[in-house]
């Protein structure tokens, strides 16, 4: 059972750079995720998607962008790579909305911008 | 504006205690309330979680009590156990599927 996978597990970027975070579930879930999680501040929504086609600003979108052309694949891409966006980041999705949601979490991937 | 509230930051308690965490919450358009378990370097996974229209839940040694006029809930590990060690999320839903979370516990048990 694969669940949700992310790739890459870590990465290094240059302040510039750019790059495409890989999520992929196997569930068949409508609603998809992306977090972020600093120490101390928890885990800050930045995107999510609510089927194919369909996605929506969370708590802290800035310098990232979302695509969700199949219900499987929600990537996530930086364009202009910050050091403020060195974090552990976390692709999740859950089967419904609302009362009852269990989201399933990826594994995460480290990213550090020098 | 951190629209679910959690404390304290981290907790040690001792084999065999009660292990409590509170969240508070802000925006009442919220209606399931989660709360989630994460080990290091791995993601958080669901723990337990209650709906807006009940008190109290309780699952083996985890206990939500919730109280909605506060907009208030907390989670409580009895006979916590050094396995417990963990960091801990509470979580508030809307029913557009927005889910946000709370800054974390990070709970140890000592032996």
Known sequence: NAGVTQTPKFRILKIGQSMTLQCTQDMNHNYMYWYRQDPGMGLKLIYYSVGAGITDKGEVPNGYNVSRSTTEDFPLRLELAAPSQTSVYFCASSPQTGMNTEAFFGQGTRLTVV | ?111
């Open chain 2, 1 to 111: 504006q951190q629209q679910v509230k959690q404390s304290p930051q981290s907790l040690i308690v001792q084999k065999g205690g009660i292990s409590i965490i509170n969240c508070a919450y802000e925006n009442t358009a919220f209606d399931y309330f989660p709360w989630y378990q994460q080990f290091p370097g791995k993601g958080p996974a669901l723990l337990i979680a209650i709906r807006p229209d009940v008190s109290e839940k309780k699952e083996g040694r985890f206990t939500i009590s919730f109280n909605k006029s506060a907009k208030q809930f907390s989670l409580h590990i009895m006979d916590s156990q050094p396995g417990d060690s963990a960091t801990y999320f509470c979580a508030a839903i809307k029913y557009t599927n927005d889910m946000r979370f709370g800054a974390g516990t990070r709970l140890t048990v000592k032996p």
